[in-house]
């Protein structure tokens, strides 16, 4: 029997193979349901060990450790007399759940050369998280397009395919070529949140904030909250409801859908968005609730207690400099861990100046890292909360000439209509 994709699966169970696809499509597109999935493709054949495999990956989204190690060692027990590609695809996995990202990666490159239509081998090299993404390399958006560029020509109109690379697409400017293919996986699988995401991410990086915003929050309306993807979702709308001046929606966003203990979300995902939603509101005029930084900083010493994460690391170094932790802040002022250690270090640094209004700093340590600042990770939505911080703080200084030509040179689709408001101080805003 196969799969979706035409790649042999061992079970001799059709039940079983149907939930183990329904579950990597759930999986695929970010939805709810795929554990449950999962675990009936088991039930139905204990034996199955794809289905193993896939379940510890899941659960590793989901920041599970001990719960994918599990499954993983079924999965390894199980697999041993499977075919050439399971056992590949099973070490992989096994790759991933022992942190062994560098080994995985280059498994991977091997694997799809041979196998390119084995997706879920494709996913973790997918968005902005993945091993590509966190990876700290110069360059690494290019290298995301490049890899599923590599391997369009064994997908033809497929929701998921098409909604990574219209993703990789828009991250390396290229807007016009992204439309067509996100708008085509979008239609093919509504639900598919992952469309959701990075459609969301080309009106984002189009400067269509209005029709970006109308379109998360209508689709949020019938997304599972403690679906993968609901909280960093939410966060698009919050920050797009700022940027048009419904602070009220953004603020109501933040309480019941991205903060610590209001709502689901992976940890990476609860840190990051409420850190950077609280910086880029305090940007926009908005007075600063230490309550929420106070909040987020003990969400950060608790699930990221040791540096390692850079992205994260970054996050946690914002939320500890402006709840005025020094303990956890000399931490990460310090360390050498993680793929842009530097950039942390630099940024703890950054947001102990930004919390004292302190904004020759702030320009002075932010300015050797933003040339290279792909390498933190994350989006280039994501990363514009170092890039609005930059022009709020020479905003601050009184140099707009000199705010604006770096907006334009930076961002020039997003400049094209002058400096946002969101990020003016509000005695210089129209």
């Known amino acids: 029997m196969q799969d979706r994709y035409g790649n042999e699966v061992s079970t001799g169970s059709r039940s079983a193979l149907d939930a183990y696809v329904e579950g990597v499509d759930l999986f695929l ?40 190690m599990k499954a993983m060692i079924s999965a390894r027990e199980l697999g041993a007399g499977f075919t050439a590609r399971e056992q590949a695809h099973i070490a992989i996995i096994g790759q991933l759940i022992d942190g062994d990202n560098e080994g995985a990666y280059n498994s991977i490159l091997k694997h799809t050369a041979e196998y390119p239509r084995d997706i879920v081998i494709l996913q973790p090299c997918a968005g902005v998280f993945g091993l590509i993404g966190f990876s700290g390399r110069i360059g690494r958006e290019a290298e995301i397009f490049a890899f599923f560029d590599h391997l369009k020509h064994a997908y033809d109109n497929d929701w998921w395919f098409d909604s990574i690379f219209s993703f990789a697409l828009t991250e390396i400017g290229r807007l016009r070529d992204a439309e067509p293919l996100i708008e085509r996986s979008y239609a093919a699988n509504p639900a598919n949140a992952n469309a959701v995401h990075y459609k969301g991410h080309f009106h984002y990086e189009a400067g269509e ?16 909250p403690e679906s993968l993807m609901h909280c960093h979702i939410s966060w ?5 409801a700022l940027e048009l001046g419904h602070s009220k929606s953004a603020w109501e966003t933040v309480d019941t859908a991205i903060r610590p203990g209001k709502a689901w979300g992976p940890p990476i995902n609860v840190l990051n968005d409420t850190a950077a939603f ?23 010493a608790i699930h990221y207690p040791t540096p390692g994460v850079s992205f994260a690391d970054a996050h946690a170094a914002i939320a500890h400099a402006m709840a005025g932790d020094t303990e956890a802040l000399m931490t ?29 700093a702030v320009v002075d340590r932010l300015v050797p890292i933003m040339g290279t600042h792909e390498r933190l990770g994350g989006s280039r939505a994501q990363r514009d909360l170092l890039e609005f911080t930059l022009l709020h703080a020479l905003l601050r200084l009184g140099k707009r000439e000199e705010a ?16 946002p408001p969101s990020i003016m101080p509000k005695e210089l805003a129209p």
Do not use: C
Request: charged share 25%; aromatic share 12%.
């Open 29 to 68: 597109s970010a939805q709810a349901g795929a554990e449950a999935a999962f675990e009936r493709a088991i039930a139905e054949d204990p034996s199955f060990a794809l289905a193993h495999a896939a379940l510890a990956r899941h659960h590793q989204m989901y920041a599970r450790p001990l719960e994918a």
């Open 209 to 224: 904030h209005k029709a970006g915003w109308d379109f998360v929050r209508k689709w949020l309306k019938s997304y599972n």
């Open 236 to 240: 698009h709308e919050a920050l797009w």
């Open 278 to 300: 609280l910086v880029r509101a305090e940007i926009a005029g908005e007075p600063r609730r230490n309550h929420l930084w106070q909040e987020i900083a003990q969400y950060a």
């Open 332 to 360: 990460l002022r310090e360390t050498s861990a993680g793929w842009a250690s530097d950039m942390v270090n630099a940024l703890a640094d950054v947001f102990t100046a930004y919390a004292q209004s302190d904004w020759q």
């Open 404 to 419: 604006t030509r770096l907006f334009a040179i930076r961002r020039p689709v997003l400049a094209k209509d002058g400096l």
